[in-house]
């Protein structure tokens, strides 16, 4: 038998109770056979009891399934699960799936952030605390057009580190760090009158010496002092001599001068100078050239002298960016 209460000029609310709950309503039916209680509004809500965690704590033997709102610290719902009170919106409790130790801290387990997961983009953003690291072979070596940003700092060791470097690379986009000064080198040729004969093709003369480059992607400049013969020149008015680095000519500043044959037969102290790009860091040689040239031009030979005979030439090379 069902019994009906109706407080329609107190609160105008009905309250439908049967053998199966009660059902606190506007309306006028049954509660729900799966609810004991059954409230039902469009327009308000239930009150849980509220508390501080200090009063939350301090209730004696709570019941399994005890509910509360906590209204301070870690606000939120609680219940009691038979041992301890678990927040319905804070994990709690160890933790489990990819992730180890306990809630509220919980942690990634070692080898579980897989390609697969996340291939489909869905991290943008990791936070790298100062006590960990990400090994560089776990990072492809193209990141695609993809960005890669920070609002700290990024530390780069592969060796070339140091105090007042500055990062640059070479046509690849390899990186490497590379000093800001400039380098100067001085070599003392070792060429004691070497005797040539030249065409209008030109010829090497001789290796004046070799010099390590720094860095990639600086410019070098060479400077020779030199003391220069030419004779017999056969249907021709001049010998060029040239300067180059690894047998290969300058792409910038022409590293060439010119004798002419009204100075033939002559010592002639002359000097040369060429600015250099494009080459890699490492060993280089420089290498003196010549040449003869003019309308017709046949044979002439050259007499280069370093030092054999009173001369002090130097070879000076400067590597800068």
Known sequence: ?????????????????????????????????????DIVSTDKGILIPRMTLAQRTSIASPAVGLLVFQSDGNSGFYYFNGT??????????????????????????????TSQKITDGSIVDIDVNSAAAIQGSKILPDFGNQTLRTSGGIQMNDGSQGADRVLTSDATGNATWASRSSKV??????????????TPTYTKIADLGSFTKDNTGTFVDLYLDGKFTIFNLVSSIAVMYE???????????????????????EQVWSNVMGVFSGLSA??????????????????????????CWGSH???IIKEYW
Not at 2 to 11: L, R
Not at 243 to 265: C, E, H, M, P, W
């Open 84 to 113: 301890i009170w678990v927040s319905i919106s804070q994990p709690s409790g160890t933790a489990g799936g990819d992730l180890t130790g306990s809630y509220p801290n919980p942690v990634l387990g070692n080898g579980t952030v």
């Open 282 to 307: 490492g060993v280089h040689t420089v290498s003196l050239w010549a040449r003869c040239q003019g309308a017709g031009a046949a044979t002439a030979q050259s007499d280069y002298d370093s030092g």
């Open 185 to 198: 080198t001085a070599i003392s040729p070792s060429v004691c009158n070497v005797v040539t004969n030249h």
């Open 1 to 37: 038998m069902k019994v009906i209460f109706v407080f329609s000029i107190a609160i105008g609310l009905c309250v439908a109770l049967n053998a199966q709950g009660v059902r606190i309503s506007a309306d006028n039916l049954d509660p729900d056979n799966s609810a004991m209680l």
């Open 313 to 315: 030439e130097t070879l």
């Open 243 to 265: 300067l180059r680095i690894d047998d290969g000519t300058t792409t910038l500043q022409d590293a060439s001068f010119v004798i002419y044959n009204d100075q033939a037969n």
